[in-house]
């Protein structure tokens, strides 16, 4: 079962728009979020989290909204740049759980076009 | 380099033959993580250590797979008789006990291949 899923495969986006990468989950004890960035031949690397209680966090070029009644989060980066091409993966965790393991999905591969 | 080191990045094996992984990860990082990621997915979480104890295995891990931390610093992950299915990419975590999701370091990966 996928708890953690994003729909879309890829996006491609023009040099100084925005782009926003969606994801959506279905286990309500999940009470924190976060967005991995992972070029290839890498691990990937943290980006930014939200927690269940907050319904926005944002940091620069990146900010991240979460719906908790919709069970969807997305991620928005504005202005796009070359260098934000890369796979975008969502991740979840459930704290009470203990062992902080993340729940990821399937990414999405962000093109920008210059 | 402070990061979470794995060895070697790649491997190649012939099916029904052993594999061992190693990660290295930050050094006063006391849980250690292993996932796998499969292509066209996210990674999956196959175990956990805090310290040198392992605390939770996924049911990914079948009894092919045995993994340790001995004296809680690096760690081993082993394949016994792979499969064709073996081939992803293993990572490797860590972070602190105490620390936030923000200190989750993820190495660079060994890719398997099993032909």
């Known amino acids: 079962d996928q708890q953690v899923k994003q729909n879309s495969p890829s996006l491609s986006v023009q040099e100084g728009r925005i782009s926003i990468l969606n994801c959506d989950y279905t286990?309500?004890?999940?009470?924190?979020f976060l967005w991995y960035k992972k070029y290839p031949a890498e691990g990937p690397t943290f980006l930014i989290s939200?927690?269940?209680?907050?319904d926005k966090n944002e940091d620069g070029r990146f900010t991240v909204f979460l719906n908790k009644s919709a069970k969807h989060l997305s991620l928005h980066i504005v202005p796009s740049q070359p260098g934000d091409s890369a796979v975008y993966f969502c991740?979840?965790?459930?704290?009470?759980?203990?062992?902080?393991?993340?729940?990821f999905g399937q990414g999405t591969r962000l093109t920008i076009n210059p | 380099d402070t990061g979470v080191s794995q060895d070697p990045r790649h491997k190649i094996t012939k099916r029904g033959q052993n594999v061992t992984f190693r990660c290295d990860p930050i050094?006063?990082?006391?849980?250690l993580y292993w996932y796998r990621q499969t292509l066209g997915q996210g990674p999956e979480f196959l175990t956990y250590?805090?310290?040198?104890?392992?605390?939770?295995k996924s049911r990914l891990l079948s009894d092919r797979f045995s993994a340790e931390r001995p004296k809680g610093s690096f760690s081993t992950l082993e394949i016994q008789r792979t499969e064709q299915g073996d081939s992803a990419m293993y990572l490797c975590?860590?972070?602190?006990?105490?620390?936030?999701?923000?200190?989750?370091?993820f190495g660079s990966g060994t890719r398997l291949t099993v032909v």
């Open positions: 975590a860590s972070r602190t006990i105490q620390g936030s999701f923000y200190g989750y370091t």
């Open positions: 991740a979840a965790s459930a704290r009470i759980q203990g062992a902080q393991k993340l729940v």
């Open positions: 286990n309500s004890m999940f009470d924190y």
């Open positions: 050094s006063e990082h006391n849980r």
């Open positions: 250590f805090q310290n040198e104890a392992q605390l939770e």
């Open positions: 939200i927690s269940s209680i907050k």
